[in-house]
């Protein structure tokens, strides 16, 4: 249906035979003094060791994975170096500060093997390493290290770059890097002589790169002149109902992740901020002096506020509040995230837990007020004695407010603790208790995803092993989940836990689909040693493992099971069915990964082998980790892996062929992050539309891709980590963008059956044929025929569809039409009732996605 633009990789030649070449060169290799090391591993050329050539010049042939994203990830000093058998090896020093030797290998210098980071020494950095040959002949790597101004060498030797000798101080350094000038810069780096078709090799791979990026980067914004001869536009689509192919009926879902504050503050209901004095100074890496225990809490009136840890009320939540009053009047106040939206008639729940420290009982009253003191509701609960206990009450709102402030008001002077303050609206989604925000829930719900993944990406393997999201930390009363530091630089309260999520799954009619860590920690982190150097320890594993068929037992055992029990005391005693577990997040394939990850594989596999276990290659469409993620998945036979790629409109557009490639024998595909990106990250129509084209292959590939979530799903307004994203909100509004209605579309009309068509254009050049795509389903449950087309040109098409003989319509359809201007943030989706018959023409506008919707008199393909 899509005709590719690319020829096979294997007849690309950029710099063809001639009989000028040189039988070989000097090879220099160095990463930019410039970016101090952050574009990696580049490459120069010479005949003379005069006068280089960049190959680039800015190239990157190898990038350090090591550390944060950005400004973290550097190749300091890279030394490559060639063994005996022909292999190339780059070593390098990570920053100026740590004891870790970076190491990657490579057969070509093109595709890079996996990297490791190896703590060197105890104490000290590792910086300038070589690679050279010891009087003995053992390959030895030597470095330097400075502390205090002092400066040591040291060597090790190792036979596998994997394990090393001891290491030993030397005098000095047997080899150097070599230091020359590239056009005007000064660049430190090693030689090496090769043949020239290495060079040639190196030149044609970023040639193929700079070719590809050339496209990938297409933006509508230049049409008016990519189709100035674009005048009219004609389309034939002949759909091939006696043709049905069977695809997934899970394709479109939805992925939550707390970033951008989409639990706390957003998903879930709960509208008090802090509630349990439980924010540290650490949740933003000490960078925010005002966050701490009593951040969003002040005292109104006269009194004085602190924080103690004696005698919690449970061990996971350390901390309360200690309110000390002096006289009547005073009291403690909450604004909420960002205010307490609150509407007129509308039931809230309140509790807390609190005791009376001096022997006093008391009364303590609650209320909702404004800014000006008006008070909107309020209840007095009675009876606060000297031991920890819950109340609770209830209040109804007499107005509606944007941003009104919750009081807690003992009715006498003393001394009294508080902790778990709460208000929750009494309307959750689906009336649920500890709830989630109905109008946000629904908006998802109305996607209509067929699963939903959680808890988060990064978040679910967490910023080092201390800060993994560990399910049972989750679940239970409220008092006794374990809040912890969010990745994305705030605080998870562990309100919004797993029994919700499972809760919210069944709510909506959607498959389940956690996500737990594969026992190392995000690439992303920074603690405990950057990026997955570091994994849970190996005698650990066991019973880490034993917390993943624990999670099993919680979804889907019996409730007099131990962990079917828990599941039951919250209220479901019967089991959420749970089908899917996903193993990792888009780890880098790494040995302390892998030796991992296969352990925890050969266990389910064993134990639970009807679950399906999704494995992960790496963070990106191509590259080591991807290439060695799907090396693992075929060595494993791993049913299915999760894929994640965030990439330009122009990638999309040129990427429609990417799972016809893939082979049918082969792991499924969970394609469980992608979104389109342009320079500013919006949302609108043209990424939008980028979307919906690539998703009509998804469609078409719906045999090898079974699952696909586009990714972030939420963004609170004024706490975005990130962009774009689905749904944007604030306390009072939800707000889809124009990709969440692509979603919607695809959502609400998705289909389990296939046909193929056949599309012939007036224009058949690939830059006009790569941006009009068709996609032909049928759902089984209705028996409904759905017709998807996308325009991504600036013509409107006169489009004739021929359904063919083996299906009878309806002569009326539902036709729902998303169009406008390419940088339209806000367009939204029209629907009419249109006659059409087994063939009809129509008129596609420019820059639109066109969904019918057309009932069937008779079976299809039968």
């Known amino acids: 249906m899509f005709c590719s633009l690319f020829l096979p990789l294997t007849t690309w030649s950029f710099h063809s035979g001639t009989s000028l070449k040189p039988d070989s060169a000097y090879l220099f290799a160095y990463a930019s003094l410039n970016d101090g090391g952050r574009a990696g591993l580049h490459f120069a050329w010479s005949t003379d060791k005069q006068i280089w050539h960049a190959i680039g010049p800015d190239h990157g042939f190898l990038r350090c994975d090591y550390g944060r994203w950005g400004a973290q990830k550097r190749m300091l000093r890279p030394f490559v170096y060639r063994d005996a058998n022909g292999m190339w090896h780059c070593v390098w020093s990570v920053n100026e500060e740590d004891n870790v030797l970076a190491h990657a290998q490579s057969e070509d210098l093109v595709k890079w093997q996996r990297q490791s980071y190896t703590e060197m020494i105890q104490d000290g950095n590792c910086l300038d390493p070589i690679v050279y040959k010891d009087a003995s002949g053992n390959t030895t790597i030597g470095w330097r290290t400075e502390k205090e101004g002092k400066i040591q060498y040291y060597k090790t030797a190792t036979s596998d770059f994997k394990t ?31 043949a020239w078709g290495e060079i040639d090799a190196l030149l044609n791979a970023q040639a193929l790169a700079a070719y590809k990026y050339t496209l990938w980067s297409e933006q509508t914004k230049d049409d008016h002149q990519r189709f100035a001869s674009l005048d009219s536009l004609k389309a034939d689509i002949h759909v091939q109902t006696g043709d049905p192919r069977k695809i997934s009926d899970l394709l479109m879902g939805v992925f939550f992740e707390d970033i951008n504050y989409a639990a706390d503050g957003g998903l879930y209901a709960e509208l008090v901020q802090n509630r ?106 009675k009876g606060i004695a000297g031991n920890w206990k819950q109340y609770q009450d209830k209040i109804v709102a007499n107005t509606s407010a944007v941003s009104a402030t919750l009081e807690v008001k003992p009715l006498k002077a003393g001394t009294y603790a508080f902790d778990l303050i709460s208000l929750f609206p009494e309307s ?44 049972k930390n989750t679940i239970g009363p409220l008092e006794e989940r374990v809040p912890q ?60 493992i ?20 828990k599941r039951a005391a919250a209220g479901h005693p019967e089991p959420f069915n749970l089908k899917y577990i996903g193993i990792g997040n888009e ?17 389910m596999k064993k134990r639970y082998p009807a679950i399906t276990v999704i494995g992960t290659v ?36 040129h990427n429609q062929d990417y799972y016809d490639r893939y082979d049918r024998s082969k792991s499924k595909v969970y394609l469980g992050e992608y979104a389109a990106h342009l320079p500013g990250r919006p949302n609108n129509l043209e990424t939008a539309l980028a979307e919906a084209l690539y998703l009509t292959s998804l469609e078409r590939n719906g045999d090898v891709v079974h699952m696909a979530s586009y990714a972030p799903l939420l963004a609170k307004e004024g706490h975005t980590q990130w962009n774009p994203d689905l749904i944007y909100f604030n306390n009072e509004e939800v707000k889809p963008t124009v990709g969440y209605y692509v979603q919607q579309l695809y959502g609400q009309h998705s289909g389990d059956t296939y046909f193929s068509s056949d599309i012939v254009l007036s224009e058949s050049k690939p830059a006009v044929s790569k941006r009009f795509g ?39 359809a539902t036709k729902i039409t998303l169009k406008g201007d390419p940088t339209d943030l806000k367009c939204q989706p029209v629907e009419i009732g249109e006659q059409v018959s087994n063939k009809f023409k129509v008129a596609i506008s420019p820059y639109s996605f066109t969904v019918y919707r057309i009932k069937t008199k008779m079976g299809v393909g039968s």
């Open 618 to 653: 790496g963070p990106s469409a191509d590259g080591t980790d991807y290439r060695e993620g799907w090396e693992l998945a075929d060595a494993l036979e791993i049913p299915m892996v999760d894929e994640h790629y965030y990439q330009s409109p122009g990638w999309f557009i």
């Open 774 to 812: 068709v996609s032909a389903v049928k759902e089984e449950k209705s028996g409904d025929l759905i017709l998807k087309i996308v325009n991504l040109l600036p013509t409107e098409v006169q489009t004739n569809i021929d359904f063919g003989d083996n299906i009878v319509l309806d002569e009326e």
């Open 276 to 381: 349990g004095f439980e924010y540290r100074p650490s949740d933003k890496e000490g960078k925010d002096e005002t966050w701490n225990h009593q951040t969003a809490w002040k005292v109104q009136g006269k009194g004085s506020l602190h924080i103690d840890s004696v005698s919690p009320i449970h061990p996971n939540n350390k901390f309360y509040a200690v309110l000390d009053l002096p006289s009547v009047g005073a009291g403690l106040q909450n604004k909420g995230f960002d205010g307490i939206s609150i509407k007129q008639g509308a039931t809230y729940l309140c509790s807390f837990f609190a005791r009376a420290l001096n022997g006093i009982k008391t009364g303590v009253e609650i209320r909702l007020v404004g800014d000006d003191g008006t008070v909107y509701g309020s209840t007095i609960i």
């Open 546 to 565: 034993q917390e993943i068929f624990d999670l099993i037992e919680y979804a889907n055992g019996d409730k007099n099971s131990i962990w079917g029990k």
């Open 485 to 544: 530091r969010n990745l994305w630089g705030y605080h998870q309260s562990a309100g919004l836990g797993y029994f919700e999520y499972f809760q919210f799954c069944e709510d909506i009619g959607a498959e389940p689909l956690p996500v737990v860590p594969a026992a190392v920690p995000c690439q992303n982190s920074g603690t405990g040693g950057a990026g997955q150097q570091g994994g849970i320890p190996m005698e650990d594993m066991d019973e880490y």
């Open 164 to 194: 090393y000798s001891k290491a030993a101080v030397i005098d000095t350094l047997p080899t150097h890097r070599e230091e020359i000038y590239i056009g005007n810069k000064r660049e430190i780096g090693s030689i090496n002589k090769v």
């Open 428 to 471: 959750t989604f689906k009336n649920r208790k500890n709830g989630l925000r109905a109008d946000l829930a629904q908006a998802i719900a109305d996607m209509r995803p067929r699963f939903v993944r959680f808890p988060g990406g990064c978040v679910a393997h967490g910023d080092g092993l201390e800060n993994m999201y560990r399910w």
């Open 587 to 603: 780890d880098l394939i790494t040995d302390v990964f892998e030796e991992r990850f296969r352990l925890i594989f050969a266990a």
